[in-house]
């Protein structure tokens, strides 16, 4: 419960520079006389100002600000809900809001609405609406409850029956639901980015292995078949030696046929040398008598001599040029064979270099193969991080699937809770339970007050009104002091409810010219002897045009308000 102990204000309207203090706890009634425009409305302004930063009237707020100091406009109110005490000051010119607990001021948030939001939820628990239900009734701006929308009146009775939380929850549960749909959005959008992605990443990973395998085939192929054509040529090379060697061994004589060719062409030389000479001398013998070195004569015997002898000389010279020729032309013909296999000799070892070159050309371009396939293997380390960026996305995505899962469970739930926290879920139960209650106690102030017709409202808060005679009428269809005691009885049932369910229950009740109204004589005598009634732990005010003295022995407490030099004071 909220206990409002005092209220001060200056510069406000048209209170001076002094404060005007009212202490609330200093009687159980108290009434609040004046004349027109001497402020007593001022204390239900104040009042409204420093606990929701506007005024009960319609009144903008610099206009609140004294039109003759025009500055320094400020409102202080001390309230102890249990055993905390609080203290608010708020001001204008210049602009001020502060809150204190136990005497020390809490941390204003950035912006101040977030500071009054936390002021009426979480400190007074009480918005405007419900405070001028609860609190005030007056006959300026005021807005009876059956004169309110559907909405306010369920969030006034939402409120006196502290299930407002319901509201709060709901509204709570709407951005949690909003939110949870931009996250699922997310969620989705990322998983189908993470699958195109997978996709890709597949894709390529099955591009490098099928490259990589038909690279590799088209290597081992070409290894395979650049071995066999080394196989090819080192069979060749093989064969081709054993030719060369057997070559080789055939013309081992060369030399020596070539040195005993030389040595047969220098003899026969010498042989054709000695026939000549022999012949010369043979001729001389044969041509001449006489000596001519001597120029003895020759005898017959020894010309015959020498002749015969220079005959069997050239005989056997002639003999030996014949088997010397035969030798030659033996040689000859061995020389013509070493030549012919000489030159296949050559031949061979120019086939022989031709396949050493092909097959030192083989092997290089098999090297230049298996260092490509090297290659392709440390490609294939690319292919294994390929494959790693896989997993990870893979890992990503079932961080997302679980993400979506369990946003999927919260969707679940966040409906079940939906439609208990909703106006047709557990707040109607507990409005269903305590409509016949409130009902009960709107029925009792109306019997009090004489006027006897049966009032209910629905769970809609639609009211149904019966007279004696059971015809139904509306709140529209009585007079104005039918209507007054219908606000009032409506006020004094809040004020009940409140208490029972210790929600938005204050010490503070506040009436605005009610008695000087259209409340006849026995309705003010009844409504007189209903304040009689509700005194314990309430401080009524009360505030009237008419004479103090009219009313002199139903208060405890009167005080008035007058204007002194154009400013309002308290007397």
Not at 10 to 32: A, C, H, P, Q, R
Not at 119 to 146: A, D, R
Not at 154 to 162: Q, S
Not at 348 to 371: D, F, G, H
Request: with cysteine; charged share 30%.
């Amino acid at each position: 419960m909220i206990k409002f102990q005092k209220l001060r204000w200056k510069n406000f309207l048209s209170t001076g520079n002094v404060y005007t203090e009212i202490d609330f706890l200093k009687s159980k009634s108290t009434l609040v006389n004046g004349e027109n425009g001497a402020g007593k409305t001022t204390l239900l302004d104040a009042l409204a100002f420093v606990l929701f930063g506007k005024a009960y009237r319609n009144i903008n707020i610099p206009q609140l600000v004294n039109s003759i100091n025009e500055k320094d406009l400020r409102v202080e109110i001390e309230f102890q809900i249990e055993s905390t005490a609080y203290k608010v000051v708020r001001g204008f010119a210049p602009k001020i809001m502060e809150i204190y607990k136990n005497g020390k001021l809490i941390d204003q948030d950035a912006k101040s609405k977030d500071y009054q939001d936390m002021f009426e939820t979480q400190i007074i628990k009480m918005s405007y609406k419900s405070f001028c239900q609860v609190v005030i009734l007056g006959s300026t701006n005021y807005t009876p409850f059956m004169r309110l929308t559907a909405a306010d009146r369920r969030g006034i009775v939402e409120a006196l029956l502290d299930i407002n939380i319901f509201s709060v929850m709901n509204n709570l549960l709407k951005a949690k639901v909003l939110l949870l749909k931009d996250e699922m959005k997310e969620a989705d959008s990322s998983l189908k980015l993470l699958k195109q992605k997978q996709e890709s990443q597949l894709k390529l990973i099955n591009n490098l292995k099928n490259n990589s395998q038909q690279t590799l085939d088209k290597y081992n192929k070409e290894i395979e078949y650049s071995n066999a054509i080394c196989d090819e040529l080192r069979t060749e090379i093989a064969s081709i030696m054993v030719i060369i060697e057997g070559l080789a061994i055939g013309i081992t004589d060369s030399v020596a046929v070539y040195k005993a060719k030389n040595k047969l062409e220098s003899l026969s030389d010498q042989i054709e040398t000695n026939i000549k000479v022999t012949k010369k001398n043979l001729s001389f013998y044969k041509d001449n008598d006489t000596c001519p070195t001597c120029t003895q004569s020759l005898s017959e015997e020894v010309k015959c001599s020498h002749i015969k002898e220079k005959g069997d000389r050239l005989d056997e010279f002639h003999a030996g040029l014949v088997l010397l020729q035969e030798k030659i032309a033996a040689t000859d013909a061995r020389i013509i064979e070493i030549e012919d296999l000489s030159n296949k000799m050559i031949t061979s070892e120019r086939e022989l270099v031709v396949r050493n070159s092909a097959l030192a050309e083989s092997a290089r371009y098999i090297t230049k193969i298996q260092t490509n396939i090297q290659e392709l293997t440390a490609d294939s380390e690319n292919i294994t991080k390929e494959q790693e960026v896989l997993v990870d996305i893979q890992k990503e995505t079932d961080q997302h699937q679980t993400t979506k899962k369990t946003h999927l469970e919260d969707a679940f739930y966040y409906n079940i809770i939906s439609t208990l926290i909703k106006d047709g879920g557990i707040k109607a139960k507990i409005i269903k339970h305590y409509l016949p209650i409130m009902n009960k106690i709107i029925n009792t102030y109306l019997n009090q007050m004489n006027f006897f017709v049966k009032f209910e409202l629905d769970d809609n808060f639609v009211e149904t009104i019966k007279s004696r005679h059971r015809d139904i009428f509306t709140y529209d269809s009585f007079s104005e002091g039918e209507k007054r005691k219908i606000d009032l009885a409506l006020l004094f049932a809040w004020r009940a409810t409140a208490q029972l369910k210790n929600s938005v229950s204050c010490n503070l009740l506040i009436f605005d010219e009610v008695l000087d109204g259209s409340l006849d004589d026995v309705s003010t005598e009844c409504f007189l002897d209903i304040l009689k009634g509700i005194k314990k732990n309430t401080n009524v005010f009360v505030i009237s045009h008419k004479s103090k003295d009219i009313l002199q022995d139903k208060f405890e407490r009167h005080i008035t308000f007058v204007k002194k030099n154009n400013f309002s004071v308290l007397l």
